[in-house]
């Protein structure tokens, strides 16, 4: 099974069927805090993986991103507009937007430059909210050896910004309102192939393959398929959901 053209060819065909997706019960409360259902902007919106969670709970959803390709692929919803811009000029109205939101995007931001844009947008006592989805774990016995692989393994091959991302955002200026958001997670159930095609999609995965260091993902590869139990079972996965949400 360590056989790398195996594990890494295996591991890419079958990330596509196990993509990590926020839940439905993030989108309804999102809109539960929100100053009204008319207009949710989702900003850094990407293919629209938050954006498509707010459309049922709003009467129109407006989804930003600086890349065209991500929004070409964009999936379409009659309540959702699509739109190419960055997040430090937003195609929209004065005090019109009753929910801002940022999922896995901030980190990318010019943070004051975006606060500006919310406070241009934003209707009296709008909601904008921070998201983002921490390190995954799984079952003790198979945490403990991914835990090690993430921290010092891989570790070094993120960049600067993963550190933003893995602690919600919890060091960045965030000049709102705050309060605390409910415990909400992202729950899957995956085989070994879907889990290893999703460690070969990271960033610091292609950056340490760059660098050489296939031995070291094969060593890890292995040592998890021999605590997994088998290529056909499936384990839990999760992903605590991270927030700084407050009022404008």
Not at 21 to 43: C, H, I, K, M
Not at 87 to 110: C, K, N, Y
Not at 204 to 218: H, I, M, N, P, V
Request: proline share 8%; with cysteine.
């Amino acid at each position: 099974m360590g056989d790398t053209r195996n594990w890494f060819e295996q591991g890419g065909q079958a990330y596509a069927r196990f993509r990590p997706e926020y839940p439905p019960e993030l989108g309804a409360y999102l809109a539960s805090v929100a100053a009204d259902d008319r207009l949710a902007v989702d900003v850094g919106c990407g293919n629209g993986q938050l954006t498509q969670l707010l459309a049922p709970h709003f009467e129109r959803v407006i989804g930003l991103d600086p890349s065209a390709d991500q929004i070409a692929h964009a999936v379409p919803n009659a309540r959702i507009h699509y739109e190419c811009a960055p997040a430090e000029r937003l195609p929209v109205p004065d005090a019109s937007a009753s929910l801002v939101t940022a999922a896995q995007a901030a980190h990318w931001f010019d943070l004051p430059a975006f606060y500006r844009e919310v406070r241009r947008i934003a209707v009296p006592g709008a909601v904008v909210a921070l998201v983002s989805y921490g390190v995954l774990n799984l079952e003790p016995a198979l945490d403990r050896r991914f835990q090690a692989f993430y921290r010092d393994e891989i570790g070094p091959y993120w960049p600067p910004e993963r550190k933003l991302v893995d602690t919600g955002y919890a060091t960045i200026a965030f000049p709102f309102e705050e309060f605390a958001p409910p415990s909400l997670a992202i729950r899957l159930e995956w085989d070994l192939s879907g889990f290893i095609g999703y460690v070969l999609t990271w960033s610091a995965t292609r950056s340490a393959r760059e660098a050489g260091k296939d031995a070291l993902l094969l060593a890890f590869f292995d040592d998890l398929a021999a605590l997994w139990g088998g290529p056909d079972v499936r384990r839990p996965v999760s992903w605590p959901i991270n927030m700084r949400i407050g009022r404008v």
